[in-house]
């Protein structure tokens, strides 16, 4: 699906890689182009930048942009550490609402790979496990532990939430997202539905 280019060779922090740009071989393939570093020893990927190819068709998705870093932890093991996503979402023209930007930033450390643990702990269904109190943490704990300090436009995403929560159009739009993803329409405390299976003839 891409063709590639070596571009360039250089250190990032102490690895040797290898710089590969990557574009699609046919227009309008779904897929993405951008750039990406190469461990030279490992072949992993260090680093990776993408975007949408331009003439791909997504429904809904203008564009879509992601960055992802990775370190090395143990001789043959890397992890993804840092990770930032930016969709653009074009609903209609057809409402005052022309489209949005989501965006998502991640990032992880403290890894600990191949390390025995209980057996109930593979029978579990949870992906996360939530340390007591986890869901209680006041300001001044999250300051002194997060990885990346909030830039100004983050540390006002709690009063842009609030105002988006009690506009009655985006109460409207995230409850309609809600339902076309899990088949319920919530209303206060209930839920309507399955709406599949809400209205039957025979």
């Not at 102490?14 to 071989?25: A, M, Q, V």
């Not at 779904?30 to 990776?48: C, N, P, R, S």
């Not at 023209?93 to 998502?104: A, N, S």
């Amino acid at each position: 699906y891409y063709k590639y280019f070596l571009e360039d060779s250089s250190y990032i922090g102490t690895n040797w890689c290898y710089k590969l740009r990557f574009i699609p071989k046919r227009k309008g393939d779904l897929v993405f182009e951008g750039e990406m570093w190469i461990h030279d020893t490992t072949y992993a990927v260090k680093q990776i930048k993408a975007t949408i190819a331009g003439l791909a068709n997504l429904n809904y998705i203008q564009d879509f942009y992601f960055e992802q870093d990775f370190t090395q932890i143990e001789k043959e093991v890397w992890m993804l550490t840092n990770e930032k996503l930016i969709a653009d979402v074009r609903l209609t023209q057809d409402t005052k609402l022309i489209g949005l930007y989501g965006r998502k930033s991640s990032s992880r450390k403290n890894f600990i790979v191949n390390t025995k643990r209980p057996p109930d702990f593979y029978k579990s269904d949870n992906t996360v496990e939530f340390e007591e109190g986890a869901k209680t943490r006041d300001d001044a704990y999250w300051a002194a532990h997060r990885h990346i300090p909030l830039s100004d436009q983050e540390e006002g995403i709690d009063e842009m939430t609030d105002s988006l929560n009690n506009d009655p159009f985006f109460k409207f739009l995230k409850n309609a997202t809600y339902m076309a993803s899990t088949g319920y329409y919530p209303l206060g405390k209930i839920e309507i539905g399955s709406i599949h299976s809400l209205v039957a003839v025979n």
